[in-house]
Structures are given as structure tokens and as C-alpha cells.
């Protein structure tokens, strides 16, 4: 036998939970809102801008074949300019002589991608294993 209580004969319960979903939705919308401002607000990757002297290089980056290449497509490496015809069989021959296992690569912000490709496909094909992006 259950026993119920009720105020002046109505059946009227009182409700003691917390409904959370509107505070999920709440949040949910947030999130999604500070993952699209965060993808904004981080610049896409590459931001160089190179310095005048495009074939300089340090002293110490004289292990490594160093590859430039310029808002206009040109390619240098180790401070000449190579065309890209050109840069499959200059990479192999570095390679073929000195044994450089390692490339440091400078792309402009505005260099075209294909420049860029032709770069890591010559790399890839005389053998260079290491191929690093410089940026600063």
C-alpha cells in the first residue's frame, strides 16, 4: 500500500532535477563558435618573407645544401640560380659528391606551390632523405 500526498486533492509533483541540456547547447554553440574565431585567427602556414640577398646563406648551414625559392618561382641553391629543369640533376650531383643528406628549404609566402614540389620531388628522387623548412 503507497501512501501520496496531495495538496487539496490535485496530484501535482514537484520537479527537484537540474535540466542540463539547455546548458549543453549552450556550451556546444560556444565551442563551436571559439573553433571557428581560433582557425581565424591563426595565419596559414609559410609567412615568409624573404630578405633581399636571396642566395646568402650563414656559416652555419654549410653542411647542408641550402634551397631558395623566390616570390617568382626562381630557384637557387647554394646561392646560384637553377632552372627547374635543371635542379633534378644539380641535387643528385650534390649529392652524388658531397654525401648531403639534409636540404634547407626558404619559400617565399608568395612562391608558387608547384616551385616548392619540384623542390621535395628533386630531394626525393637524388636521394636526400631530410628535407627542412626554414621559417622564421
Given at each position: 500500500?503507497?501512501?501520496?500526498?496531495?495538496?487539496a486533492g490535485?496530484?501535482t509533483a514537484?520537479?527537484?532535477?537540474?535540466n542540463?541540456t539547455?546548458?549543453?547547447?549552450?556550451?556546444?554553440v560556444?565551442?563551436i563558435?571559439?573553433?571557428?574565431?581560433?582557425?581565424l585567427?591563426?595565419?596559414p602556414?609559410?609567412?615568409?618573407?624573404l630578405?633581399?640577398?636571396?642566395?646568402?646563406?650563414?656559416?652555419?648551414?654549410?653542411?647542408?645544401v641550402?634551397?631558395?625559392?623566390?616570390?617568382?618561382?626562381?630557384?637557387?641553391?647554394?646561392?646560384?640560380a637553377?632552372?627547374?629543369s635543371a635542379?633534378y640533376?644539380?641535387?643528385?650531383?650534390?649529392?652524388a659528391?658531397k654525401?648531403?643528406?639534409r636540404?634547407?628549404?626558404?619559400?617565399?609566402?608568395?612562391?608558387?606551390?608547384g616551385?616548392?614540389?619540384?623542390?621535395?620531388?628533386?630531394?626525393k628522387?637524388?636521394?636526400?632523405?631530410?628535407?627542412s623548412f626554414?621559417t622564421?
Open positions: 500500500m503507497s501512501i501520496r500526498s496531495t495538496a490535485s496530484e514537484v520537479l527537484s532535477e537540474i542540463i539547455p546548458l549543453t547547447d549552450v556550451l556546444l560556444l565551442l563558435i571559439f573553433m571557428i574565431l581560433a582557425s585567427a591563426i595565419p602556414g609559410f609567412e615568409r618573407q630578405p633581399c640577398n636571396c642566395g646568402a646563406h650563414s656559416d652555419s648551414q654549410r653542411h647542408t641550402l634551397v631558395v625559392v623566390t616570390r617568382r618561382g626562381r630557384i637557387f641553391v647554394d646561392g646560384r637553377t632552372s627547374v635542379l640533376g644539380r641535387l643528385a650531383l650534390i649529392h659528391r654525401r648531403e643528406d636540404i634547407s628549404l626558404y619559400a617565399d609566402a608568395k612562391a608558387p606551390y616551385a616548392i614540389v619540384r623542390v621535395l620531388d628533386a630531394a628522387v637524388s636521394g636526400i632523405g631530410d628535407v626554414v622564421q
